[in-house]
């Protein structure tokens, strides 16, 4: 349920938390799923380690998501989530990518940024893009939860963050089952993960409004038989059908 409370706090904080969206089972079966995506992305070599990404290989990260299982798309198109993401982006979006961060005992922190950042060049005047993180595991502070600058959505330009953005940043803290609602345009990072042994298993599901050039390209990435069980909702929104970069046009899938 999204709340006009969770709406102000995403235009006030630039995030809501919405609780108990994955219920005990929903998380078993998730968590499985993204193990046994983990390994069958490495089978197929796709690594799982990025170091452009990360200090080192205790982040697990797994790409093309939609295409390791079908319960990825389910969440993708959650209307959780998608109630949300309608809302911020005008009901005029598509999907950038779908990935997992497993941060293991021993992970550090990547380099700080926005989402928002990442695919459009300054200024950032406007909500463009959002993140949807599904919570895995409990996320705190020890097992590196991801770290927010308060008030960074406002910030337009690289030169409106601090010299050392990670000293003022918090960690998003959150139970298994919810889903983190962030705006594209607040800055964050990875948290360390200084436990023995708690994973901390995150998915972003990455929307951004339908001009913006999405950061996974579907239409390699998914196998015909994966797109052939996709809903023609989903596969325009992955960017699969005529209207890749627009918002869709009356009579035009
Ligand atoms: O894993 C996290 O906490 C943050 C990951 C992230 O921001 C990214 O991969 O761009």
Not at 33 to 55: F, H, V
Request: proline residues 6%; contains cysteine.
């Amino acid at each position: 349920m999204f709340s006009d409370g969770d709406k102000s706090a995403l235009q006030d904080n630039g995030f809501c938390i919405l609780p108990q969206v994955l219920d005990a089972r929903a998380l078993a079966q998730a968590r499985e799923s993204l193990n046994i995506a983990a390994e069958e992305s490495r089978r197929r070599g796709i690594p799982t380690y990025i170091s452009d990404l990360d200090p080192n290989d205790a982040n697990v990260r797994v790409f093309n998501l939609l295409d390791l299982d079908p319960l990825f798309a389910e969440l993708i198109a959650h209307p959780s989530a998608t109630e949300a993401v309608r809302w911020l982006l005008e009901d005029d979006f598509i999907i950038s990518n779908f990935t997992a961060n497993i941060a293991k005992p021993g992970s550090r922190s990547m380099a700080v940024h926005s989402d928002l950042a990442i695919v459009i060049p300054e200024p950032w005047h406007a909500p463009w893009s959002v993140n949807v993180i599904w919570c895995l595991d409990d996320v705190h502070a020890d097992n590196g939860a991801t770290l927010y600058l308060p008030g960074s959505h406002r910030f337009e330009r690289a030169k409106d963050l601090p010299a050392n953005p990670k000293q003022a940043m918090v960690p998003f803290e959150a139970e298994a089952g919810s889903i983190i609602i962030m705006e594209g345009r607040l800055w964050h990072t990875s948290g360390e993960n200084r436990t023995q042994a708690q994973d901390r298993a995150l998915l972003f599901g990455y929307y951004v409004r339908s001009f913006i050039r999405p950061q996974w390209n579907f239409n390699v990435g998914l196998s015909e038989a994966t797109k052939a069980q996709l809903s023609p909702q989903l596969g325009r929104w992955l960017g699969l059908g005529l209207t890749a970069n627009v918002k869709p046009l009356d009579g035009i899938d």
